[in-house]
């Protein structure tokens, strides 16, 4: 595993920006070798598809051969609903770029038979590929995509419930009520992020703290799911300076003193 931090938000944004714009660039996808990203919803990757914007209008990224794979949906929430997965990555990232609409996915949370919706999702991925860089958040609870504490580390993609802290988290896209926040998600499963080749969390804010000195010094657990990365061959995260204030000081030292050496 690799630990990255910067400063602050700003930096980890323009850092991890750049680094996806270097991977697909380097991958050179074509119509018949497409590049399969998967991608997060939520405040953190906000910034991220700002650059990534930036950098397709400055013409040195081009997303016409890449396809994408939500990690997430709500469940009961219509695609057009202002706080729907599908509409956030619409409204802060595909409609400024020049991907093709056929080439998102991203799960239907109003879909009549879920169990059905999720196992075609599944098939999609593995017909397009499998994903080579999935771009992933972390919750307050350790959360991966919407694997919630107890989740099974080999769980593919399928309904979960969600928990306490992630209503709470999220109630401020629900008039701070937790009791609007959908019941449960539509969501890849951890076994689904690690067929990825490659995964790159990031991690802003004290109040993840908590959640990435459990993912990086404790061990791996079902009941901080992200932890899961410790058993990845290619795991990258990139965290902010805030949100290592709960890793030993020893922890942060070897990781900074690794990233020295590859410059
Ligand atoms: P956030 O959500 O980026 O809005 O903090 C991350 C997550 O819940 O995975």
Not at 127 to 141: K, N
Request: hydrophobic share 40%; net charge neutral; charged share 20%.
């Amino acid at each position: 595993m690799r630990l990255i931090i910067h400063p602050d938000y700003t930096g980890v944004c323009r850092w991890v920006a750049c680094y996806i714009a270097g991977r697909i660039t380097r991958f050179a996808p074509t119509a018949a070798k497409p590049f399969v990203l998967g991608l997060p919803t939520g405040s953190t990757p906000l910034g991220i598809y700002h650059e990534l914007i930036s950098l397709y209008r400055e013409g040195s990224l081009s997303f016409a051969h890449v396809i994408t794979f939500n990690m997430d949906e709500y469940r009961g929430l219509k695609p057009d609903h202002p706080q729907s997965y599908n509409r956030f990555m619409w409204e802060n990232f595909f409609s400024f770029i020049d991907i093709k609409r056929d080439n998102v996915n991203i799960l239907n949370g109003m879909a009549a038979d879920p169990a059905r919706e999720c196992a075609e999702y599944e098939e999609r991925i593995q017909a397009a590929g499998g994903i080579e860089l999935f771009l992933g958040g972390i919750g307050v609870d350790g959360h991966i995509a919407f694997n919630e504490p107890g989740s099974s580390l080999r769980s593919r993609t399928r309904e979960k419930t969600l928990s306490l802290d992630t209503k709470r988290a999220n109630a401020r896209f629900f008039n701070q009520n937790p009791d609007a926040v959908p019941a449960s998600a539509l969501t890849v499963g951890v076994g689904t992020i690690m067929d990825a080749r490659e995964v790159l969390l990031v991690v802003s804010g004290y109040n993840k703290a908590r959640a990435l000195q459990a993912v990086v010094e404790g061990g791996v657990s079902q009941m901080w799911t992200a932890s899961c990365l410790q058993l990845h061959e290619r795991a990258l995260i990139v965290a902010d300076e805030a949100a290592t204030d709960e890793l030993k000081v020893a922890t942060v030292r070897y990781f900074k003193t690794i990233e020295a050496r590859q410059y």
